[in-house]
């Protein structure tokens, strides 16, 4: 593992590059440019959090960022996963050129998703000093570890499922429908006392998506530091998602050339 780990730091301007050439493109020609990555969870947000404030008698201002927590970090696996899907795929020009380490391509993905959500965190950040300045404290200091722990955890679930797609075209439609189910079996818009009240508190015990955004929600919006049980879910998905990767790997890393 550790030739392939420095091919990957040795190809780091070549991945960079790319994550950074998808990003430009990505609003090109656009008006608003880079701000879209803030004004359409803003704007989808206000939309749910009226829609759900009138449905669940919640104060409409400060469930938004709620919403808006569990919005951008979800687009952020969904984007990851389902691009990642298909990165041996559209990267099939430079797999034939060149014998580079073919995870730098689902890191590619995973590096602009998470510069996106970095970006829409902006608003997240903004509305929360706005409508609840009191949780502002030292426990914030928790909050950007999400970044890394959220990238460990996609960056190898979206190599594993690279592997897997370059195989077997009709993954990204059946993945579409495995993210739908985990989109209502985790805390993204419904508040997680629902579920416990509900008996489904295992839902969100064993699911690393809640302890992700726990990681988030726990000093932003409820001025705390996140525990140590979120801490160590993630910490353990992370590791169980690249033991996946690498065994995935090591079986398919030579035949998806004759894949694509």
């Known amino acids: 593992m550790t030739p392939y780990v420095l091919g990957i730091y040795e190809s780091r301007y070549f991945w960079t590059h790319l994550a950074f050439s998808d990003l430009r493109s990505k609003w090109r020609r656009s008006f608003l440019g880079v701000a879209w990555s803030i004004v359409q969870p803003l704007g989808l947000t206000i ?41 041996f795929v559209q990267a099939d020009a430079y797999i034939k050129q060149y014998r580079h380490p073919l995870a730098i391509y689902t890191l590619r993905t995973t590096l602009t998703n998470l510069m996106v959500w970095m970006m829409a965190s902006l608003s997240l950040i903004g509305w929360v000093l706005v409508v609840k300045p009191q949780s502002f404290g030292w426990c914030w200091l ?15 679930l979206a190599t594993g499922l690279a592997y897997i797609g370059a ?94």
């Open 47 to 87: 939309l749910l959090a009226v829609v759900f404030g009138k449905m669940f008698h919640q104060n409409i201002v400060e469930f938004a960022p709620y919403i808006l927590s569990g919005m951008i970090t979800w687009d952020f696996f969904v984007a990851t996963l389902t691009g990642g899907s298909l990165s």
């Open 167 to 260: 195989r077997f075209r009709d993954l990204p439609h059946a993945l579409t429908l495995v993210l739908q189910a985990m989109y209502f079996v985790s805390p993204i818009y419904f508040e997680a006392q629902m579920f416990r009240n509900g008996g489904l508190g295992a839902l969100l015990d064993y699911n690393p998506i809640y302890h992700l955004l726990e990681i988030v929600r726990a000093p932003l919006l409820r001025g705390e530091w996140p525990t140590a049980a979120n801490f160590a879910m993630c910490v353990a998905a992370a590791a169980f998602f690249s033991a996946l990767a690498v065994v995935i790997g090591r079986s398919a890393e030579r035949k998806v050339i004759f894949y694509l």
């Open 142 to 156: 928790a909050a950007p570890l999400v970044f890394p722990l959220a990238a460990f955890m996609a960056w190898p």
